[in-house]
Nanobody, 122 residues
Framework: QVQLVESGGGLAQAGGSLRVSCVVPSYIFRLYDAWFRQAPGQEREFVAA???????WYGDSAKGRFTISRDNAKNTVYLQMNRLKLEDTGVYYCAAHSGSGSVTDVGSYNHWGQGTQVTVSS
């Protein structure tokens, strides 16, 4: 059951920027919000997470280039992606974590969005 709604994906050139957004319904209690991505034929990969207290975590591929943030008034989580690379191409999923488990583990998240496609071209 899809409860989170992503938007903002699209086509960008290598070296460019994109921002994706995710609206999380206010009735969902969560401790962390996160972004994952999945390229064709590959497993879903952790990108970034943010806690209710504002702490952030990044996957190795995102460090130094991507920034996760949230606007609590709008129940929205953002992922600003800069200096995009061809290998950033994939479907980006927003997720909410309200239980136990590592913030980087797909299995820790019990609410997901439908995904938004990000394509980086040369």
């Amino acid at each position: 059951q899809v409860q989170l709604v992503e938007s903002g994906g699209g086509l960008a050139q290598a070296g460019g920027s994109l921002r994706v957004s995710c609206v999380v319904p206010s009735y969902i209690f969560r401790l962390y919000d996160a972004w994952f991505r999945q390229a064709p034929g590959q497993e879903r990969e952790f990108v970034a997470a943010i806690s209710n207290g504002g702490g952030t975590w990044y996957g190795d591929s995102a460090k130094g280039r991507f920034t996760i943030s949230r606007d609590n008034a709008k129940n929205t989580v953002y992922l600003q992606m800069n200096r995009l690379k061809l290998e950033d191409t994939g479907v980006y999923y927003c997720a909410a974590h309200s239980g136990s488990g590592s913030v980087t583990d797909v299995g820790s998240y019990n609410h997901w969005g439908q995904g938004t496609q990000v394509t980086v071209s040369s």
